[in-house]
DNA sequence: CCAGATAAGTCAGTGTTGTTGACATATCTC
DNA sequence: GAGATATGTCAACAACACTGACTTATCTGG
C-alpha cells in the first residue's frame, strides 16, 4: 500500500513505511468505532420514544440552536426537505418541537423545543455527553516528540476512548492484527 | 474556536462536573460534522458501482482484515446476519470479494478482497485518508496550561478539521451564535 | 458415533431514513 | 404585479437496518 499524497510530505520520514499513510488508516477506522458506539447510547432512548436517528439530529440541533429556520436545518443536516419534513413532522405533531412564523420574514418558520423536547433532548444529550467527557478525561497515550506525532496520538487517543469501554481490548487486538504486517 | 470553558453553568441540570459539560456538547457537534463529511467522500465513488456505505464497510474490513470471518465481520459492524449477506452477496457476485472455506474449521468462510476489491478500496481508502491526513497536518489550536484543556483543544481542533473546509466558517458561525449565550 | 452446539445461508415481512420529481401556497422584493 | 424565495405536500422508490423462523454443514463432547 503506498503512501497516499500528503499536504506536507516531511523529508525525515520518506522511507519509514509506518508514516502517515498507516496513521490514517488507523484513524478512519477508530472513527468508524467511535460514532458506531456514539449513536449507540441515544438510539436505546429514542426507541422508547419510537424515534429514531433522524428526530435525534433535529432535536440536537433545534435545541442547540433556538429560532433555527427550515432552510438552515436543512443545510446542516444536508438531508432534503422531504426527508426531514418527515421527522419534523412527528416532532411537531407529538409536542416536542413547535414552529413559530418568522418576524422579518413571515415566510419563514422558526423551529423552537418546548419543554418536553428540552427534555428528551437533555436525557439524549446526557448519554453522550457522558462518553465524550470521558473520552477527554482519559490522559492521551503520551506526548510525542513532535507536534505532528502528538496530534496524532491525540486523535487516535480521543477515538479509542470514545469506544465502548468493554469492547476496546477487542477493537485494540483486532487492529494490531493489521499492525505485525506493516512494521 | 477553542473558548475557555466556563466552569459556571447556570443551567439547572448541569453543574456536579468540572465544567466539560459544554465543551462536551462542542465535540458532540463536531463529530456530527466530521463524520458527515467523511462519510461523504466515499459515498460519491460508491454510487458509480451502485453500491453504498454498508458495502463500504465490508470492503474495508476484508481489505484490512483478509481471513476475516463471517462471526467476526457481523461483531465489527454491529448488525445482523440478513443486513450482512445482502451486501456481501452483491461484493461476492460481483467479484470484489472472496470466500474460501475455512482450514482448521470448515464451517467458516473466510474473507478476502480480490484485486478488483482491493483495487475500489484503495479508491475508497485514499480520498479518506486525504481527508484525515489534511486534519492531522493542520496545527492544534494552541497547546493549552492543562493536559485537559489541550486534549479538548486537540480532539476539537482534529473534528474541526476534518469538515469539508469551505464549510468550516459556516460550522464555526453557527456554533458562535450559541457560544455567545453561554459565556 | 451420535447428540447437540455452532457457523453460515436463506426466506418473508417490516420500519427508518434517505432519494427524485412535481406541484401548491404564502410571502418577500423589485 | 412579476418573479424569486421559504415552506409544505403527494407519490414512488431505494438502501439498509430489523425480527423470526428455518436449513445445511460441520465441529465437539460424552
Do not use: W
Request: charged share 30%; glycine share 6%.
Amino acid at each position: 500500500m503506498t503512501r497516499a499524497a500528503e499536504p506536507v510530505p516531511t523529508d525525515a520520514e520518506r522511507c519509514a513505511e509506518p508514516g502517515p499513510a498507516h496513521d490514517s488508516d488507523d484513524l478512519i477506522e477508530l472513527l468508524f468505532f467511535a460514532y458506531r458506539d456514539f449513536v449507540g447510547d441515544p438510539d436505546r432512548i429514542l426507541a422508547e420514544y419510537g424515534f429514531g436517528r433522524a428526530h435525534h439530529r433535529v432535536l440536537h440541533f433545534v435545541d442547540r440552536y433556538p429560532g433555527l429556520t427550515i432552510a438552515e436545518l436543512l443545510d446542516i443536516l444536508r438531508i432534503t426537505k422531504q426527508s426531514l419534513n418527515r421527522v419534523l413532522k412527528d416532532l411537531i405533531d407529538q409536542g416536542y418541537v413547535e414552529q413559530r412564523t418568522g418576524t422579518s420574514d413571515r415566510r419563514q418558520r422558526l423551529l423552537f423545543c418546548t419543554p418536553t423536547g428540552r427534555s428528551l433532548t437533555a436525557d439524549l444529550t446526557r448519554v453522550q455527553v457522558r462518553r465524550v467527557a470521558r473520552a477527554i478525561e482519559e490522559p492521551a497515550a503520551e506526548a510525542g516528540r513532535s507536534d505532528r506525532a502528538a496530534r496524532i496520538a491525540s486523535a487516535q487517543g480521543f477515538l479509542l476512548a470514545m469506544i465502548e469501554p468493554g469492547d476496546r481490548a477487542a477493537v485494540r487486538r483486532l487492529m494490531a492484527r493489521r499492525a505485525g504486517a506493516r512494521a
